[in-house]
Every structure is written in structure tokens, then in C-alpha cells.
């Protein structure tokens, strides 16, 4: 499998391409701020097509380049409905005020082709079959996605801002919910084999097991501890 990923924009987010293999089809997950030319280049370099665009979830610095990818390649954008409307109304979503400047000129709204993720279904696209999870927390359509292991390949979660190396995503902004996200971790990451590579929204690559042993709110969920904010670990403001 490959897996072609570059930070990107004011916010350093994480863009994947992944394919069985150069040359092939492809997806594209997450092309946030100022993406768009780097997907591009991970295309040409390694001479792929791309069939779909998948987002973790809806908050601006993860989306902020669909309009123009998805038009670029006329595929279609999949999202959880519940933060669909995210893409054409991002200030709503970050606690702004309407009409407020975001980052200056972003092109928002919604591509031509938009289709809704469902918990617990499976994708079937470019050759590749990605596990849908349901996690909200971050927001309250964030999910992930999650390709199986083969023989020497570990299964990959790309987590959104679910769970990042060593933190989780933020939960202080409108949809955001710390009971929640610990939910979420409880029920979508735990169960996962040690050996899953987690490749997030913001920072470096991580696996479950490295997770399970040193992140401060995995551990707390993997304990039995707090499900809300009182007496747990402190909410972090990681992320857009």
C-alpha cells in the first residue's frame, strides 16, 4: 500500500493520498488549507488517479481545499452528515462570528458531488476496503478510517483529531465534547491492535501500543477513568 502524506497550510494538517500501489487509484483524506498544490504534486510523483475525497471531519483547516480538488478530478467528497453543513458555513463552527475574515480568501462551500458516511460501514474505492468508525468529540461528525493489515502491512487509522501522539483533539469549540471524545477513544481505539499505525491530523505518526502506554488520555479511558471533564486529564486545545 501506499500512503503519501505532507502537512499543510496555517495550521500544518495532514493530507494523505493512499493507493494499493503507484500508478493506481487513490483517495485523498483531508486536503485542508492550502493543500491543494501539494496534492497535486503527490499525484504527479506518483502517477495516480484519484477517485474520492474523505474527510474526518468538517472543521476548516481540514476541508478548506475540497471545492477545488474535487473539481480538479470531478470525484465526489464524503463526510459524516452531521458536519456537512461545516463546509458552507465554516465560521458558524469555530465560534465566529458570520462574515468575520477566516485566513482571508479560503474558498468554502460544498463540491458538486457530496456523499454521507454512515458508522460501521465499509468503503470499497481505489482498490481499497476502509473501515468506517464514528468518533465524535472533536466535532460531532468527525469519524476515521481504517485500512485491515496483509501479511507484512500493519492496519492503518487515520484518526482525524480524534487521537494524535501523545494528546486528542480539542473539544472547546461549538460540537465539541470531552465526554464524548473519551467515549470515542474507548470505543474506536482501544480494541485496535497494538501494532495499528495511527496516522492523525496534526503531528507525527504514532501506533496504538505507544498510545496505550504513554498518551495520558488513552491510558485514562483505558483505566476505567473519568467519562467527563471532572477529575480527568484537562481538555487539550490541540488542532484548528
Request: glycine share 14%; net charge negative; hydrophobic share 40%.
Amino acid at each position: 500500500m501506499l500512503i503519501a502524506g505532507f502537512p499543510a497550510g496555517a495550521w500544518g494538517t495532514n493530507c494523505y493520498l493512499v493507493a494499493p500501489a503507484a500508478g493506481e487509484e487513490c483517495v485523498i483524506i483531508d486536503p485542508g488549507h492550502q493543500a491543494a498544490q501539494g496534492v497535486e504534486e503527490a499525484i504527479a510523483k506518483h502517477r495516480l488517479k484519484p477517485v474520492a475525497v474523505l474527510l474526518t471531519h468538517g472543521h476548516i483547516d481540514h476541508v478548506a481545499s475540497v471545492v477545488p480538488v474535487c473539481g480538479a478530478h470531478d470525484v465526489p467528497a464524503w463526510i459524516h452528515p452531521e458536519d456537512r453543513e461545516m463546509m458552507s458555513d465554516p465560521e458558524k463552527w469555530l465560534g465566529r462570528s458570520i462574515g468575520q475574515p477566516l485566513m482571508g480568501e479560503l474558498t468554502v462551500g460544498e463540491p458538486g458531488d457530496v456523499r454521507e458516511l454512515a458508522d460501521g460501514a465499509s468503503l470499497s474505492l481505489a482498490g481499497l476496503e476502509l473501515a468506517v468508525s464514528h468518533a465524535p468529540g472533536h466535532t460531532r461528525g468527525s469519524v476515521t478510517f481504517r485500512t485491515p493489515g496483509q501479511a507484512d502491512v500493519p492496519p492503518v487509522l487515520f484518526s482525524g483529531d480524534l487521537l494524535f501522539a501523545g494528546s486528542i483533539g480539542r473539544t472547546d469549540l461549538p460540537g465539541g465534547d470531552h465526554a464524548e471524545i473519551l467515549r470515542s477513544l474507548a470505543r474506536v481505539c482501544l480494541p485496535l491492535d497494538d501494532s495499528t499505525v495511527v496516522l492523525s491530523g496534526h503531528g507525527p505518526q504514532t501506533t496504538i501500543g505507544r498510545e496505550r502506554a504513554t498518551n495520558p488520555f488513552l491510558r485514562e479511558v483505558a483505566a476505567g477513568g473519568p467519562s467527563g471533564t471532572e477529575g480527568g486529564s484537562a481538555a487539550p486545545r490541540r488542532g484548528m
